[in-house]
Nanobody
Framework: QVQLAESGGGLVQAGGSLRLSCAAS????????MGWFRQAPGKERDIVAA????????YYSDSVKDRFTISRDNAKNTVYLQMNNLKPEDTALYYC?????????????????WGQGTQVTVSS
């Protein structure tokens, strides 16, 4: 069993930055691919970024490319999402997710464990 706990969300003005963290329990974190998803009110949950087990392969959705950076520290069992130049349309509940395989996937149902989410609100 893996438990995930997100932190770092909050209220920020457009153009600002936030760094989300996701701390994972368990000794095999380094074997998992990780993803960040987000869900805005009335919308489906969509993938934002993903990272392979060793951090060498990453994915970004078009809407966040060049603004967000996903990274991980396997020694700390933590994955991060650095969010720069935030826009009001980035407002959503952000979730981290773990996939019990080394490669990331774009599909929500491919992820095995989920955190409770952290709210990000960007004001204009």
């Amino acid at each position: 069993q893996v438990q995930l706990a997100e932190s770092g969300g909050g209220l920020v003005q457009a153009g600002g930055s936030l760094r989300l963290s996701c701390a994972a329990s368990g000794r095999t974190f380094s074997n998992y691919a990780m993803g960040w998803f987000r869900q805005a009110p009335g919308k489906e949950r969509d993938i934002v970024a993903a990272i392979s087990w060793n951090g060498f392969n990453t994915y970004y959705s078009d809407s966040v490319k060049d603004r967000f950076t996903i990274s991980r520290d396997n020694a700390k069992n933590t994955v991060y999402l650095q969010m720069n130049n935030l826009k009001p349309e980035d407002t959503a509940l952000y979730y981290c997710a773990a996939r019990i395989t080394k490669a990331w996937d774009l599909k929500e149902y491919e992820y095995d464990y989920w955190g409770q989410g952290t709210q990000v609100t960007v004001s204009s």
